[in-house]
DNA sequence: CCCATGTCCTGGTCGC
DNA sequence: TGCGACCAGGACATGG
């Protein structure tokens, strides 16, 4: 479920299951994922939700006393479901509230996370590391050309780097560039001003879009079966090699960079 | 065997 | 030479 939109559809669609519930009961299956679920999991019953937000790709549920952190990995779903409902393979949390409903995460290669910040303490630095969030104002013209000073790296990794941008995955880094016709391999620090502010533009734009579209076909989580939300957006190039440009309709190529897959029109996008 | 939506961490390199 | 910034790749676990 990953990137940035399909978490964001999930806050919204989650919030209005347990906005203001009272946590009665929470389950750990398996406290194995990324890091042991801690056992203070357990002080948020009693309490009750006071806000849903998102930091990057983290979903922060907040009490009074804490807040909740969760992240869904690269294959996390959350849910909000009847109590009753049967428990599947790799549903390792539950939280239960006092109006029956549950939020469960199921997460098959447990790369997600359950934390408890105690007093919104971020011990790790988990979220203080985080650049700014792609669809805010901190995120604006003139910021990646600044940042991207001096960097050799290729601006596909530099777009992925959760330092510089958070939100922007594989996939919407792969759209984003073709999008604005920049070639994965160009290095960050000779790309210009002003392609970088049509790139801003763009990114901004293709997670709007991407919200959107999850938004009304995923308004409700819960639903058994979860679609990813970049599923209901037309992509032009992620998963696409050696398909034909829907362009100009070269054959377009793949190249691997910091172990992830890149791909692109050679004719479309330029260095 | 190959690949896969994320990201922390390690170890190596580079430049001041 | 020292040190910090930067960068590539490994690691995690499961399924298609």
């Given at each position: 479920?990953?990137?940035?939109?399909?978490?964001?559809?999930?806050?919204?669609?989650?919030?209005?299951?347990?906005?203001?519930?009272t946590?009665?009961?929470?389950?750990?299956?398996?406290?194995?994922?990324?890091?042991?679920?801690?056992?203070?999991?357990?002080?948020?019953?009693?309490?009750?939700?006071?806000?849903?937000?998102?930091?990057?790709?983290?979903?922060?549920?907040?009490?009074?006393?804490?807040?909740?952190?969760?992240?869904?990995?690269?294959?996390?779903?959350?849910?909000?479901?009847?109590?009753?409902?049967?428990?599947?393979?790799?549903?390792?949390?539950?939280?239960?509230f006092?109006?029956?409903?549950?939020?469960?995460l199921?997460?098959?290669?447990?790369?997600?996370?359950?934390?408890?910040?105690?007093?919104?303490?971020?011990?790790?630095?988990?979220?203080?590391?985080?650049?700014?969030?792609?669809?805010?104002?901190?995120?604006?013209?003139?910021?990646?050309?600044?940042?991207?000073?001096?960097?050799?790296?290729?601006?596909?990794?530099?777009?992925?780097?959760?330092?510089?941008?958070?939100?922007?995955?594989?996939?919407?880094a792969?759209?984003?560039?073709?999008?604005?016709?920049?070639?994965?391999?160009?290095?960050?620090?000779?790309?210009?001003?002003?392609?970088?502010?049509?790139?801003?533009?763009?990114?901004?734009?293709?997670?709007?879009a991407?919200?959107?579209?999850?938004g009304?076909?995923?308004?409700?989580?819960?639903?058994?079966?979860?679609?990813?939300?970049?599923?209901?957006?037309?992509?032009?190039v992620?998963?696409?090699?050696?398909?034909?440009?829907?362009?100009?309709?070269?054959?377009?190529?793949?190249?691997?960079?910091?172990?992830?897959?890149?791909?692109?029109?050679?004719?479309c996008?330029?260095?």
């Amino acid at each position: 479920m990953p990137e940035l939109p399909e978490v964001e559809v999930c806050r919204q669609g989650i919030t209005p299951h347990i906005l203001k519930q009272t946590v009665t009961q929470v389950i750990v299956r398996n406290a194995k994922l990324r890091w042991p679920i801690p056992d203070t999991v357990q002080s948020m019953i009693g309490h009750s939700v006071h806000k849903v937000e998102r930091r990057s790709k983290y979903l922060l549920i907040k009490f009074s006393h804490g807040t909740l952190v969760l992240h869904l990995g690269m294959s996390g779903t959350i849910r909000v479901i009847d109590e009753h409902t049967p428990v599947a393979k790799h549903d390792h949390f539950d939280l239960i509230f006092a109006h029956h409903k549950v939020l469960r995460l199921n997460d098959p290669r447990r790369f997600g996370a359950v934390l408890w910040f105690e007093n919104h303490i971020d011990e790790r630095g988990l979220l203080s590391k985080l650049g700014p969030e792609p669809l805010s104002d901190d995120f604006f013209h003139g910021y990646l050309f600044t940042k991207a000073k001096n960097r050799k790296v290729p601006i596909k990794t530099f777009l992925m780097s959760n330092p510089i941008v958070v939100g922007v995955g594989n996939i919407y880094a792969n759209e984003a560039l073709f999008k604005a016709g920049i070639l994965p391999t160009a290095l960050a620090g000779s790309i210009s001003e002003s392609r970088f502010d049509q790139l801003t533009d763009i990114i901004k734009q293709v997670l709007t879009a991407a919200i959107a579209q999850g938004g009304t076909t995923l308004k409700d989580f819960t639903q058994a079966d979860g679609r990813p939300g970049y599923f209901a957006q037309e992509l032009l190039v992620y998963g696409r090699a050696g398909k034909k440009c829907k362009i100009c309709q070269t054959t377009l190529q793949e190249v691997r960079q910091s172990n992830r897959s890149s791909v692109f029109c050679p004719i479309c996008q330029t260095d």
